[in-house]
C-alpha cells in the first residue's frame, strides 16, 4: 500500500469512528451539524476541491460533482449521518479502486524494471566506465556482472553466465549463455561476468522497444472503453438534469394541479438520492482496469498487447495462421543430405552452395557456411545477386553459380532434380548445368503440437501454415503439428494474398490472427485482423509490424493469450451489464421514493467495489 492510500486509509477510519460517536450523541440543532462537519470536511475535501476545480474549469459534470451535490444537499436537508456516509463509502471504493490500479501497475512496473540506468563500458586502456546505456555505440564492449541487467542487445565474448528472462518472457528457468550466444537486454546475470559486444544502439534495442510497447499500449482503446467514455459524457449531464426535475417538478405540479402543499423536502431527497446512485463509477473505473489488469497479466507472462483493442479482437479470433520456419519450427538448420548429379561430387556440391551464400543471413545461408567447416574465399566469388524467396546466383571462379529453389533452377532454364524428401531442398547449378541438390532440415518446436491442439480446445475453427520451403517439407510439418490446411513455396507478396483470401472468407465478426518471426512476415502482419510477433529471435520490422509480441517465441504461449483476452472480455461484459441493471433498478426506486440514501450508497459504492474486485481478477489466469 502507497503512502498516500495508507493516508486515506487513516482519514476513513477515523471518519468512520467519529460518524458513529456523534451519531449516538445526545446532541441535536447547531451543534450537531457542526459535529458532522468535522468528519464530513475530513473525509470529503479532496472531493469538493475537484468539484470545485471543475465547476472552474467549466468540466462539471463528473463524478465528485455529483458527490458533492448529493452530499451537501443531505446535510442541508438534516440528514448528516447520510451525507457523511455517502462521502465515506465513495472514499472506500476509491481506495479499492486505486489499490487494483496499483497492483495492475506494479505488474507493468517490473516489466518496465528491467531497463538499467548505467551500462559498463570496457575502455580501450581496459578500465571499466559507468555511463549511460544511449551513450554506448554498436561495437563496444560492455560488462556485465553477477546480479546485473544486460543493458544493450549483443553477443558475449567472454565468459558465460546463466540469466535470468523472467521479466521478458515470464519464464521462471535461468537459460544458459556462453561465449558466442547472442544476448538480449532487460536479462539478469545471475551467476557469472560476461563481457558482450553490444550489436545495436540502445534505443534500437529489445529492452528500449518493449518500454516503447508498453507506453503506448494505453492509447488503444478497445470498444467497451470508447463506448464508456462516450455514454459517461452524455449520461451525467442527463442524470443531473434529471435530478433537478425530480426535485422540482412534481411539487410544482401537486401545487398547481392538485392545489395541494409541495412536499419540497422529500423529493430533494429523493433527487439527492437518485444523483448518488446514478454515479456511473462502477462503470467509468473498472472496464478501463479490466482491460488494464489484463494486458498487466500478459505482459508477466511474456506477451506484449500494444493496446486493449487487440486485447479484445483477440478473444474473437476464429482463424490463426503460422509462418513455419521460426514460428513452429526452430529455425535452426542443418545440412542432412548432399545428392550431387553426375559429374559433380559432394565436395564441389557444398562448396559452391557456401561460396555463394556466404554474405547471407538466413538460416538456410548460415546452415550451408557451417556444413562447409572452412572460411570462404571471397576472392573466388563476385557479382552476388539475391533473387528474393528464391535463393542467389554469382559468379564463381567464372562460372555462374545459381543455389536456391525450383523457382530459381526454372529461371535459370534448368531442369532440377524433383525430390519428396522432408526438408528444405536446395538446388545448385553451375554455368546452366544442373549439380544436385541439398537437404537442409529444420526442427519442430517443442510446444508446437501442444500449441495446435490448445488453440483448437480454445475455440479456433481453422489453423494455416503458410511456408516457402518446398511441398514435402511443409506437408511432413503440418502433418506432425495437424494444422488444417497447409500452403508452400509461397513468395512473401504471396502470404499476403493467401491472408487476403483467408479474410474474405470469414465472417464480418470474425477475427484472423498471423503469426511470424521475420522480416518477410512484416506485411502478412499489419494485413491480419491481429498480427502475432515471435519477440525474442523476431526482426525489429515484424515486431514493429506486430499487434502482440511473444517475447520467448513460444507458440504455445498464444493459447494463454486467447485466454486471457478470454476472460478479460468476459468481466469487461459481467460488470457492464451488472452495473447498468442495478443502476436502472435502485434509479426507479429511487424516483419512486421506496429506496433511501443508504441503498444509494450500495447501489452507486457497493456496485462498484464489486466490478473493481471482479475487474482485478483479470490479473490472473489458470495454467
Not at 458533492?68 to 436537508?77: E, F, K, P, R
Not at 521462471?172 to 547472442?182: N, V, W
Not at 494485413?527 to 514493429?544: F, H, L, N, V
Amino acid at each position: 500500500m502507497s503512502k498516500k492510500q495508507k493516508k486515506v486509509l487513516i482519514r476513513i477510519i477515523i471518519t468512520a469512528v467519529l460518524m458513529v460517536v456523534f451519531a449516538l450523541l445526545p446532541v441535536k440543532g447547531t451543534a450537531r451539524l457542526l459535529l458532522f462537519l468535522i468528519p464530513y470536511i475530513l473525509i470529503g475535501y479532496d472531493i469538493l476541491q475537484k468539484a470545485g476545480k471543475g465547476i472552474v474549469n467549466r468540466q462539471v459534470f463528473d463524478e465528485n460533482f455529483l458527490m458533492a451535490v448529493a452530499t451537501i444537499g443531505a446535510i442541508v436537508l438534516g440528514e448528516y449521518t447520510e451525507g457523511v456516509a455517502v462521502m465515506l463509502f465513495y472514499q472506500i471504493g476509491e481506495l479499492f479502486q486505486s489499490m487494483a490500479v496499483g497492483k495492475s501497475r506494479r505488474n507493468i512496473a517490473d516489466l518496465m524494471d528491467i531497463c538499467p540506468d548505467y551500462a559498463y563500458l570496457l575502455t580501450e586502456d581496459g578500465e571499466i566506465e559507468e555511463v549511460d546505456p544511449e551513450d554506448v555505440e554498436p561495437g563496444s564492449i560492455i560488462v556485465v556482472r553477477p546480479g546485473e541487467k544486460i543493458p544493450i542487445d549483443g553477443v558475449i565474448i567472454e565468459g558465460e553466465a546463466s540469466l535470468d528472462t523472467r521479466a521478458l518472457t515470464g519464464e521462471s528457468l535461468p537459460r544458459q549463455a556462453q561465449t558466442g550466444d547472442e544476448v538480449i537486454s532487460g536479462c539478469i546475470s545471475m551467476d557469472g561476468m560476461i563481457k558482450i559486444r553490444t550489436t545495436k544502439e540502445f534505443a534500437d534495442s529489445t529492452v528500449s522497444k518493449i518500454l516503447e510497447l508498453v507506453e503506448e499500449s494505453g492509447m488503444r482503446k478497445s470498444k467497451p472503453e470508447n463506448f464508456i467514455t462516450r455514454f459517461a459524457r452524455y449520461y451525467t449531464p442527463i442524470v443531473c438534469y434529471g435530478a433537478l426535475a425530480l426535485a422540482i417538478a412534481p411539487p410544482l405540479v401537486r401545487m398547481g394541479l392538485l392545489h395541494l402543499t409541495p412536499e419540497w423536502t422529500d423529493w430533494i431527497y429523493r433527487a439527492l438520492t437518485f444523483l448518488v446512485i446514478s454515479c456511473p463509477c462502477a462503470l467509468v473505473i473498472s472496464i478501463p482496469l479490466s482491460f488494464f489488469a489484463g494486458i498487466g497479466c500478459a505482459s508477466s507472462n511474456g506477451i506484449l498487447v500494444k493496446g486493449s483493442n487487440y486485447l479484445e479482437r483477440l478473444s474473437n479470433t476464429k482463424t490463426i495462421v503460422f509462418d513455419k520456419t521460426g514460428t513452429m519450427t526452430e529455425g535452426v538448420f542443418e545440412v542432412t543430405q548432399i545428392s550431387p548429379a553426375e559429374g559433380f561430387t559432394e565436395e564441389t556440391l557444398l562448396e559452391y552452395a557456401a561460396l555463394a551464400e556466404q554474405f547471407s543471413t538466413h538460416p538456410i545461408g548460415l546452415s550451408l557456411k557451417k556444413a562447409y567447416e572452412k572460411d570462404p574465399d571471397a576472392s573466388r566469388v563476385s557479382d552476388v545477386t539475391e533473387e528474393g524467396g528464391a535463393g542467389v546466383t554469382a559468379y564463381i571462379d567464372g562460372k555462374k553459380v545459381a543455389v536456391g529453389n525450383e523457382r530459381l533452377m526454372k529461371a535459370e532454364g534448368v531442369v532440377s532434380e524433383k525430390t519428396e524428401e522432408a526438408g528444405t531442398v536446395v538446388h545448385v547449378s553451375a554455368d546452366g548445368v544442373y549439380a544436385g541438390h541439398i537437404l537442409i532440415s529444420d526442427r519442430i518446436k517443442k510446444t508446437a503440437r501442444e500449441a495446435i491442439a490448445g488453440l483448437k480446445k480454445a475455440g479456433i475453427t481453422k489453423t494455416v501454415m503458410l511456408t516457402g520451403d518446398n511441398r514435402a517439407a511443409a506437408d511432413a510439418v503440418a502433418k506432425e503439428l495437424n494444422v488444417d490446411e497447409v500452403h508452400s513455396e509461397l513468395l512473401p507478396a504471396d502470404k499476403v494474398e493467401k491472408v487476403e483470401e483467408l479474410l474474405q472468407k470469414q465472417n464480418e465478426k470474425e477475427v484472423l490472427a498471423f503469426v511470424g518471426d521475420g522480416i518477410n512476415d512484416a506485411p502478412v502482419l499489419s494485413r491480419a485482423d491481429i498480427g502475432i510477433a515471435m519477440g525474442a529471435m523476431g526482426s525489429d520490422a515484424a515486431i514493429e509490424s506486430a499487434d502482440i509480441v511473444l517475447m520467448d517465441d513460444d507458440p504455445a504461449k498464444i493459447v494463454k493469450a486467447i485466454r486471457i483476452s478470454s476472460k478479460c472480455l468476459r468481466i469487461v461484459y459481467q460488470n457492464i451489464w451488472f452495473a447498468i441493471g442495478v443502476k436502472l433498478l435502485c434509479l426507479v426506486l429511487g424516483a419512486l421514493g421506496i429506496v433511501n440514501m443508504w441503498a444509494a450508497i450500495f447501489a452507486d459504492v457497493g456496485v462498484m467495489v464489486i466490478a473493481v474486485l471482479n475487474a482485478i481478477r483479470a490479473l490472473r489466469v489458470r495454467e
